[in-house]
T-cell receptor, first 116, second 114 residues
Framework: GAGVSQSPRYKVAKRGQDVALRCDPI?????LFWYQQALGQGPEFLTY????????KSGLPSDRFFAERPEGSVSTLKIQRTQQEDSAVYLC??????????????FGSGTRLTVV | AQKVTQAQTEISVVEKEDVTLDCVYETRDTTYYLFWYKQPPSGELVFLIRRNSFDEQNEISGRYSWNFQKSTSSFNFTITASQVVDSAVYFCALIPPGGDKIIFGKGTRLHILP
């Protein structure tokens, strides 16, 4: 596609519910990133994929968070047993070159998750 | 530790005024990239500029300019003759070697008043 697409745009979940957030990167992009942006804060790194391999998941805040990219394109971020502190905007970004530092990455518009 | 600090949480200026957004970073790496992103109300992060740690030349792009000073670990962003459409949250960010992680500051919310 022309850009990084994320769905749903908004998600309201009851505390304890499981949620799945989807990211469609730009076609052919090798690298895919997930970031969490709490209200009034900058985005914080969650995890990084290169094709289907999850190379870094050091930012995932707990074992309730799980991400996958089984075919090296679409990625899903799953949060189990959601808690109020999980409320945030979840941003996905992709890049066409592995580990390239001089490219700014293309971000999606994010999924705003509200846990009530 | 790697860190980006944007001390200005929120700034309001009247349209057509110039405004500078400050950014100070910390890193022990000698090679790194610095970025500025704009986040309008729609939420997506829009890439504005990147700077290689070895390139200290200042850059101007239309009404935007950037001042990179390695000696003070600063990468400040100036908007000249601001416009209402410049209203957004602006993030300064650092990418360490490897490029697999972006370290963002907390952002500066800029209000341009008509």
């Amino acid at each position: 596609g022309a850009g990084v697409s994320q769905s749903p745009r908004y998600k309201v979940a009851k505390r304890g519910q499981d949620v799945a957030l989807r990211c469609d990167p730009i076609s052919g992009h090798v690298s895919l990133f997930w970031y969490q942006q709490a209200l009034g804060q900058g985005p914080e790194f969650l995890t990084y994929f290169q094709n289907e391999a999850q190379l870094d998941k050091s930012g995932l805040p707990s074992d309730r968070f799980f991400a996958e990219r089984p075919e090296g394109s679409v990625s899903t971020l799953k949060i189990q047993r959601t808690q109020q502190e999980d409320s945030a905007v979840y941003l996905c970004a992709s890049s066409d070159v592995q580990g390239r530092q001089d490219y700014g990455y293309t971000f999606g518009s994010g999924t705003r998750l509200t846990v009530v | 530790a790697q860190k980006v600090t944007q001390a200005q949480t929120e700034i309001s200026v009247v349209e057509k005024e110039d405004v500078t957004l400050d950014c100070v970073y910390e890193t022990r790496d000698t090679t790194y990239y610095l970025f500025w992103y704009k986040q309008p109300p729609s939420g997506e992060l829009v890439f504005l500029i990147r700077r290689n740690s070895f390139d200290e030349q200042n850059e101007i792009s239309g009404r935007y300019s950037w001042n990179f000073q390695k000696s003070t670990s600063s990468f400040n962003f100036t908007i000249t003759a601001s416009q209402v459409v410049d209203s957004a949250v602006y993030f300064c960010a650092l990418i360490p070697p490897g490029g697999d992680k972006i370290i963002f500051g907390k952002g500066t919310r800029l209000h341009i008043l008509p």
